[in-house]
């Protein structure tokens, strides 16, 4: 008996010495360096999301370091996973970067992760930047807490009054998934399409796993909509366009900022062809976006999967080191210099920070042609 | 007095029938021994009326003499204790354990109660079955022999009325089988009622008071042990003469 | 509207009972629930996928072979894993518990050799051909995937009833002692089961993997749904889990119809529970 | 330091939980896949009273245990009638519906959106703001449950447990209500999960469904399979091997992408390891 429990306190005991002298040659051989947490969901099925704010951070952070770093410092990514968006996983993860590798501004995905890991970048005085997560809770998650994402709510005003006004689109039907990114994008499109004198003529909720969505599709094709808006949170969006075409709605397909990736246009195929979504001020022709998914497309020869989210990474990178860089690796004197942020022209479009730490970018309106991510003209 | 009547039980097993509107009668205090060709429903009679299979028709009820339980407290005592032909033993518990569990008081409520007078109680009951050094053992490591003389003791350490024994002596060493023998006369001198399974006539001869013969479910012949066993129709059927 | 919906129905149903027949395969042979069997389905899907996009093999040599593969794959990891297994004796729970280990590696691996990008075996999707009968539409695939759930069900049904192998399978589903004390190889007849039963799932992956898509996370999915099939159908019959499988779907889409569709899951799962208290061999009993 | 006594907290949660499962699992021999939905009972219980009731945390435990007592009544008796595999499945059953209606029963538990906000227990003005003073109540919490499931499986009721687990049918003919046993110790493993899931909402302030499916059950499984069957010494080592192992991996400075499933494969691997070469893990007595 006591041979067993003598072999289970040797095991952890490796496991906490590991931890231990890990941790420590990672302070002594990196001490100059500048530290940036990221965490991320690597695996599971968010990876598509880890994978593109990967992405986005590596060639930041490469581009920075090939011209000297910041100040001469060089900027070292320290990559967490959250297992799919895990909170506890999460919440692990923030504080190994806050309390072991005392990394003073960190990147989070996850609108559920940012807010159960606020709480305690609050309390640590550190810097948590969003570059993924738009629900309109995280604007009061924090004074430490900024986005280079766009709030779910300013996207929803600017759709439905694009709908309303541009489109003129009365009857309107939508689809949406049922996580904290669709329901929230729901109650903002709702509230704005009835202000915008639209009317929601069925609305239908599918689970996030879910590949099946005939019924739900043949409830709305019942009411015969003028429009279909698919709020989704990855692929699936495509597999909807391709079912709803199936079963015979031919109507104009509009989408939100998920659903505008090369992951939906490929999954999607013919069927999201014309299809129009708004995303953040990402334009194509515009030299930093072209550069940066050039780049991307160039390092891991595949196209980002969600390219809105790799900009918005390439983005937060860059503002954070401009922030050092004027202000020092402080987190108080970032904060201040990133509520000062005015009209920075970034990948994902002008950038203006306002008083909640929420980017505000002017909304686009683009769409899928042949495959193809275009921006949009009538 | 009766300890156990059956009327027109019955039981099917996919198209054949094991039990045959059998209606038997065992008597009180007295040791029946029940043999039979294999497949003549033995212990699938054993197994209904320890309720681990349902008849199909027909019922069973054991008659409980009201004097022998006066001084027990437990309310639900089951009111019969039984061995298998393949030995079922809770393995990977003591084999004190196992004793216990017998011994135990069953109603719910004194389940959260520690009563450790039962350990001793169980630890006699080992010695008179020869298994006192291995009480710490799992009852899985218990060789063969010793298995089937765990159930003997789970037997005497329950102190409901009806015995139900199915081939106690299967496989066992001789001085087992006597140490078998002197705790199943023992059970008859504490006024219980024991019904024995058994092939070995010789057996039979010697313990059993009375016998009831079963062949396809239905019985042949019951009564007083030699008388029965000289009836020709038993000796044909079952003995083949 | 109400063609549409039965129309939908036979369309998941299909991909249900070919699930459900390859689960009822395994299980009457294997007799514990092997929840590796999804990822088996899933296997075969990126098997073909291989062939296809990395190889170039043509559509209809690829999916042969990736069915053959498929039913390999499902025999091998039998062996390395259950078999020893049940030569200790171990009860069902032991083995469904392995079979989780199993599947979290297999799905581990897959996610690293093909990231959990969306990958799809259609070609550049083009829409295809989509029919229209009593205003209820569907597409070519999904043509494909009922016409092969109803002939794979056919064929098994043939080789059961009329073949050699078909009398030793159901003595070995009576019960598998006295088939070895006949003399029957229960060992090999299982192992057939199960490469004809992982070659079945891997059709469902392939099928799925050409009208959805295929992502390394979707076998848990569909394996739940093709148990509750099985389990609702009549563990120990075909038939029953082809008319488990169809009626699943049938109550799970009527089900959104009225309710709302986050509600799938649990209507399928009630299903089951409904099942396991009131009627636990299910609706063919055998 | 900070970190250690963060993982130390995760692991005292962690361990109330699979000190309960191990009862249901190790001990009684049933396989149940229902757990993480208890612990998610807990974890709303707490969130809606504290946000939509502004109870303070000890009335919210106590009547989060009411609640979570009656619901493992009613699925405990539903459990009871199965055996094997079959009660698995049942109960991976009852872990979707649950999982679907935390996720849809909107205005009760707010959905998908989750319930932010979760203030840190209170007693007697007292707040345990400090991580170290949360530990002290976890590690309370955690010794509590050691204590009482330790002296709870000494006395018969703990017997007739793993008599269940060996053969249920002869342990009835005994004349025990092994029905009524078998509910029993359904509704203490719940009770316990339902306090893990409380401290760990107040820990994280932010729930949301996500945390509570069945994925989650299978990963408590197998803390409490390695960690050892049937011990309870065996169940904390277990979890803490299972916290820190993904932990430490963070450690090694693997390549990221490759790290994560890294994770997953050492995790099954693990899990199949023990099955075939040491059936009792770690610590265990009963083998599985």
């Known amino acids: 008996m006591d041979k067993k429990i003598r072999v289970g306190i040797f095991a952890v005991a490796i496991m906490v010495i590991l931890s231990g002298c890990a941790q420590t040659n990672i302070d002594q051989s990196k001490k100059e360096n500048l530290k940036i947490g990221v965490v991320a969901p690597l695996t599971g099925e968010m990876a598509t999301w880890g994978e593109s704010v990967r992405g986005g951070a590596e060639i930041a952070v490469d581009e920075i370091n090939s011209t000297g770093g910041v100040n001469g410092q060089k900027i070292d990514l320290i990559f967490e996973d959250n297992f799919a968006c895990d909170k506890t996983a999460s919440v692990n993860a923030i504080n190994k970067l806050i309390k ?243 009209d920075y022209a970034g990948a994902s479009g002008v950038i203006t920070m306002n008083s909640n730490g929420d980017a505000f970018k002017p909304t686009q309106i683009r769409q899928i042609r042949n495959g193809k991510l275009v921006n949009y003209q009538n | 007095m009766n300890a156990l009547t059956t009327t027109k039980l019955t039981k099917h097993f996919a198209g054949t029938k094991a039990l045959d509107e059998l209606c038997l009668e065992f008597e009180h205090r007295k040791i029946t021994g029940l043999i039979g060709p294999n497949g003549s429903g033995k212990t699938t009679l054993i197994n209904i009326i320890s309720n681990f299979l349902q008849a199909d028709s027909g019922e069973y009820t054991i008659h409980e003499d009201a004097k022998l339980n006066s001084d027990l407290s437990q309310t639900n005592q089951p009111k019969f204790s039984r061995t298998f032909q393949n030995v079922r033993l809770f393995d990977q518990m003591t084999v004190l354990d196992n004793i216990i569990l017998v011994l135990n008081d069953k109603n719910f409520t004194n389940l959260f109660v520690n009563d450790n007078r039962l350990e001793k109680k169980a630890t006699n009951i080992l010695k008179k079955i020869g298994l006192r050094e291995s009480a710490h053992k799992l009852a899985g490591e218990l060789s063969y022999g010793q298995r089937k003389l765990l159930e003997i003791g789970r037997v005497l350490a329950s102190n409901s009325q009806l015995i139900l024994l199915d081939e106690p002596f299967a496989g066992l060493f001789p001085q087992m089988i006597e140490t078998v023998k002197k705790h199943i006369n023992t059970l008859k001198l504490h006024g219980k009622t024991v019904i024995l399974i058994e092939h070995n006539i010789q057996l039979i001869r010697e313990l059993c008071d009375r016998v009831t013969v079963l062949n396809c479910g239905k019985s042949l012949a019951s009564g007083e042990t030699t008388t029965t066993l000289s009836q020709p129709e038993v000796l044909g059927a079952y003995l083949g003469k | 509207m109400f063609a549409q919906i039965l129309t939908n129905s036979l369309i998941a149903g299909s991909v249900y009972a070919i699930m459900a027949i390859s689960f009822s395969l395994v299980y009457s042979s294997t007799k514990f629930f092997n929840m590796a069997h999804g990822m088996i389905a899933v296997v075969g899907g990126y098997l073909v996928l291989t062939l296809t996009k990395l190889l170039g093999l043509g559509a209809i040599p690829s999916i042969i072979l990736g069915i053959i593969s498929t039913g390999l794959c499902g025999v091998i990891i039998h062996f390395i894993v259950f078999e020893p297994l049940k030569k200790r004796q171990s009860s069902s729970t032991t083995l469904l518990v392995a079979s989780l280990g199993v599947m979290i590696i297999i799905q581990a691996i897959i996610s690293i050799l093909f990231t959990s990008q969306f990958k799809t075996l259609g070609a550049n999707y083009n829409l295809g051909n989509i029919y229209t009968i009593a205003s209820a539409t569907f597409t070519e695939i999904n043509l494909v995937t009922i016409i092969s759930a109803l002939s794979i069900f056919a064929f098994l049904i043939i080789i059961f009833k009329y073949t050699r192998f078909g009398k030793i399978v159901r003595a070995l589903n009576d019960s598998e002692e006295v088939a070895t004390i006949v003399g029957i190889d229960t060992k090999k007849t299982i192992r057939y089961l199960i490469f004809i039963g992982s070659a079945i799932a891997g059709v469902a992956g392939i099928l799925t993997g050409y009208d959805t898509g295929l992502e390394p996370t979707m076998g848990m999915r569909l394996l739940l749904k093709g148990i509750v099939a099985t389990i609702i159908g009549g563990t120990n019959s075909l038939g029953g889990a082809l008319i488990g499988a169809y009626f699943l779907a049938s109550v799970e889409n009527f089900g959104i119809w009225k309710l709302s569709g986050e509600w799938k899951d649990a209507i399928a799962l009630g299903l089951l529970i409904i099942f396991l208290v009131f009627r636990p061999r299910g609706i063919i009993r055998k | 330091m900070e970190y250690l006594i963060h993982i130390a907290i995760i692991i005292s949660i962690y361990s109330i939980l699979s000190l309960g499962l191990n009862l249901i699992l190790g001990y009684t021999g049933q396989l149940s896949l229902t757990h993480a939905a208890f612990f998610g009972i807990g974890a709303y219980a707490i969130a809606i009273g504290e946000t939509k009731f502004h109870l303070n945390f000890f009335l919210a435990l106590l009547i989060g245990i009411v609640v979570a007592g009656l619901l493992a009544i009613i699925i405990g008796i539903f459990l009871g009638r199965f055996r094997r595999d079959i009660y698995a499945l049942a109960s991976l059953g009852t872990n979707v519906i649950l999982f679907s209606i935390f996720l849809n029963w909107t205005n009760l538990t707010r959905g998908p959106l989750g319930i932010p906000g979760i203030r840190r227990p209170e007693i007697f003005g007292f707040i345990f703001q400090s991580n170290f003073s949360f530990l002290l109540l976890c590690a309370f919490f955690s010794y509590l449950t050691y204590t009482i499931l330790h002296r709870l499986l000494k006395t018969p009721f703990g017997l007739t447990l793993k008599a269940i687990r060996e053969d249920e049918d002869v342990l009835s003919s005994f004349g025990y209500k092994v029905k009524t046993i078998k509910t029993t110790a359904f509704v203490i493993s719940a009770i316990f999960t339902a306090i893990a899931g409380r401290l760990l909402a107040s820990y994280i302030t932010f729930i949301d469904p996500s945390t509570f499916d069945f994925n989650e059950s299978i990963y408590f499984l197998s803390v409490v399979i390695i960690g050892g069957l049937a011990d309870l010494r065996g169940s904390i080592l277990g979890t803490i091997i299972l916290v820190i192992l993904p932990e430490a991996l963070r450690f090694l400075g693997l390549p990221s992408d490759l790290a994560a499933n890294l994770r997953q494969i050492l995790y099954g ?20």
């Not at chain 1, 309109?136 to 807490?145: L, R």
């Not at chain 1, 541009?166 to 689809?175: D, F, H, N, T, Y």
Request: charged share 20%; aromatic share 8%; net charge neutral.
């Open chain 1, 100 to 342: 072991m590798n005392n990394s003073k501004i960190n990147l989070m995905t996850c609108s559920g992760a940012v807010l159960a890991t606020a709480p305690i970048t609050e309390q640590a005085k550190t810097i948590m930047m969003v570059p993924g997560g738009s629900t309109a809770a995280i604007a009061e998650a924090g004074d430490y807490v900024f986005r280079t994402t766009i709030s779910d709510d300013i996207q929803a005003k600017n759709l439905s009054k694009f709908i309303a006004d541009s489109m003129k689109i009365k009857r309107i039907a939508i689809i949406y998934v049922n996580n904290d990114y669709g329901v929230g994008f729901f109650n903002n499109l709702s509230t704005e399409i009835s202000t915008n004198g639209g009317q929601i003529v069925k609305s239908e909720k599918y689970s996030p796993e879910d590949t099946e969505f005939r019924t739900q599709l043949t409830n709305i094709k019942n009411t015969s909509p003028d429009a279909l808006i698919i709020i989704c949170y990855g692929k699936e969006g495509g597999t909807i366009a391709k079912q709803a075409r199936e079963l015979g709605i031919r109507v104009q397909l509009i989408g939100t900022d998920n659903f505008g990736t090369n992951e939906v246009a490929t999954a999607g195929g013919q069927a999201v062809d014309g299809a129009i979504f708004s995303t953040e001020g990402i334009d194509m022709e515009q030299p930093r976006t072209k550069h940066l998914i050039d780049a991307y497309t160039q390092k891991y020869n595949h196209v980002p999967p969600v390219d809105y989210v790799v900009a918005d990474t390439y983005d937060a990178i860059r503002l954070l080191a401009d922030a050092i860089s004027a202000r020092g690796y402080n987190p108080d004197g970032i904060k201040d210099y990133l509520y000062g942020v005015k």
């Open chain 4, 269 to 288: 691997l693990a899990l199949i390891m023990m099955i075939l070469f040491r059936p009792q893990g770690f610590l265990g007595k009963y083998k599985m």
